[in-house]
């Protein structure tokens, strides 16, 4: 499972994060690993579900042929349909607030590598 952060979750449910590592890991422990095999028909759901407020989709993958979950996956609303995301991070950095909870890990290793807040902040000057 991935897709939120402990503090995404915590948020979200109003427990503490130790709780939120319990519940993972007996949820974790409770579904099969993936085989690690070449599938030829892998199909994708989401439903959208809301918890505090806020909506929260949940993805997963299955290997049509034998049904096997193959990944699961969550992920919070992270903007109003009508405001692109590439522009609520942007003015995140712009005021210096907190964007990378809107990217993977890897995207913001990329974006401090590059210096991309520094230069955005210069381009809106």
Do not use: H
């Not at 979200?12 to 939120?20: D, F, G, L, M, N």
């Not at 959208?48 to 407020?53: D, N």
């Not at 992270?78 to 692109?84: A, G, I, N």
Request: proline share 2%; with cysteine; hydrophobic share 40%.
């Amino acid at each position: 499972m991935s897709g939120l952060s402990l503090r995404n979750i915590e948020s979200i449910v109003c427990y503490s994060r130790e709780s939120i590592k319990r519940w993972y890991k007996i949820i974790s422990e409770a579904l099969p690993r993936p085989s690690f095999k070449k599938r030829k028909t892998v199909a994708v759901d989401e439903t959208k579900i809301k918890l505090s407020g806020r909506i929260v989709y949940l993805w997963a993958a299955r290997d049509i042929k034998s049904g096997e979950i193959i990944a699961i996956r969550a992920t919070i609303e992270l903007y109003r349909r009508d405001e692109p995301v590439g522009t609520l991070i942007r003015n995140k950095m712009v005021k210096g607030e907190d964007w990378k909870e809107y990217n993977t890990m890897s995207v913001t290793e990329y974006i401090k590598f590059i210096r991309g807040v520094e230069r955005i902040r210069q381009i809106v000057k």
